[in-house]
């Protein structure tokens, strides 16, 4: 082989085996700069995914603390309205309950209250009544006791002017107005008043035609008892009657004449001074004329026996009142005995 060929060979081999250092040395250093460089960029990439993963920690532990402040406050707010509603209900059933049990409380007082008070007026209805019952029959005895004593009165006169004066005692104790009128041919005159004012202490002051002399005037002339009614017929004549009163007018009868006629008024149905309804003072009037007219013609017999007259009371036969009944010698009321 030529030198030169030897020397190339030689020079090839050196440099292959140059180039073969080289390489391996280019390995070398490579796989020791890759090593580096990977080391360098795997710690990177530890920093970095370390830094990634401290933000995405920060970021998911701040995502998850709102997530976490949100959704308690979706709890706490669900909380709080349920808990408002329970309440509100629990107050709504305890305040029911409440007003059920006042209403019930009210309901037994209210209850009791009543019954106390129907038992209260009840008692007092009862004791109203009795107490009524009790006047009633003291007024009513009193009435009778009044009449029983006028009916003595008429009993024990003992002549023709007692009779008259006792009676229109007797009438003007049982109404508020009373008057004894004697009849003297076409007139009527006064003979006692007890209730007209100043008219008591002069009743020959009345002196009235029979037919101006109103109920007493229809009285005297039917014979029978007269009342006023609704105004249509009038009062006495000598006096105005009230619409609210009513006028009575009963003729005294003897021997079957009109020789008098008790007059008297009050308010419908009352009696002279309580005014108590019902009051039977019409009743009484009529007795009290009824009965002094037997008492006049009981004296009219007796005088007419005494004086030794054959003739008869009674019947078609009719008896005049003596002079001594006359009004012309009258005098105020409770001048005569």
Do not use: N
């Not at 007024?139 to 009779?163: C, F, K, Q, Y």
């Not at 007269?226 to 021997?255: I, N, Y």
């Amino acid at each position: 082989m030529a030198l030169e060929d030897r020397i190339r060979a030689s020079v090839d081999q050196a440099l292959q085996s140059l180039a073969t250092d080289l390489l391996s040395i280019s390995r070398d250093e490579a796989e020791t700069q890759v090593g580096e460089a990977e080391q360098r960029l795997r710690a990177e990439f530890d920093e970095r995914l370390a830094e990634i993963e401290a933000r995405h920690r920060e970021q998911s532990a701040v995502e998850l603390r709102a997530a976490v402040d949100a959704e308690g406050a979706r709890v706490s707010a669900e909380a709080e309205q349920r808990f408002q509603t329970e309440l509100q209900a629990a107050v709504q059933a305890a305040s029911a309950q409440q007003i059920d049990e006042a209403a019930q409380r009210f309901d037994d007082r209210l209850k009791a209250a009543v019954a106390e008070a129907e038992a209260r007026a009840g008692a007092a209805a009862e004791a109203s009544i009795s107490a009524a019952r009790v006047g009633e029959r003291q007024l009513e005895m009193a009435g009778m006791t009044r009449l029983v004593e006028s009916i003595r009165g008429l009993d024990g006169a003992t002549s023709l002017s007692e009779v008259l004066d006792a009676l229109a005692l007797a009438a003007g104790r049982e109404t508020a107005r009373a008057a004894v009128v004697v009849i003297k041919g076409e007139h009527v005159v006064g003979w006692r008043l007890s209730g007209f004012g100043t008219r008591d202490a002069q009743p020959k002051s009345v002196d009235l035609p029979i037919h101006e002399a109103g109920v007493i005037g229809i009285a005297a002339t039917s014979a029978r008892v007269a009342a006023t009614q609704d105004g249509e017929v009038d009062g006495p004549g000598f006096e105005h009657l009230p619409p609210e009163r009513r006028g009575l007018a009963v003729p005294v009868l003897v021997g079957g004449r009109v020789v008098a006629v008790v007059y008297a008024d009050g308010l419908h149905g009352a009696g002279p001074e309580t005014h108590e309804i019902p009051s039977p003072w019409p009743e009484a009037v009529e007795v009290l004329a009824r009965h002094a007219g037997r008492c006049l013609e009981a004296l009219t017999a007796q005088k007419a026996g005494s004086s030794g007259a054959s003739s008869k009371l009674g019947g078609s036969q009719s008896v005049a009142p003596p002079a001594s009944a006359s009004p012309s010698g009258a005098a105020p009321m409770g001048t005569m005995g």
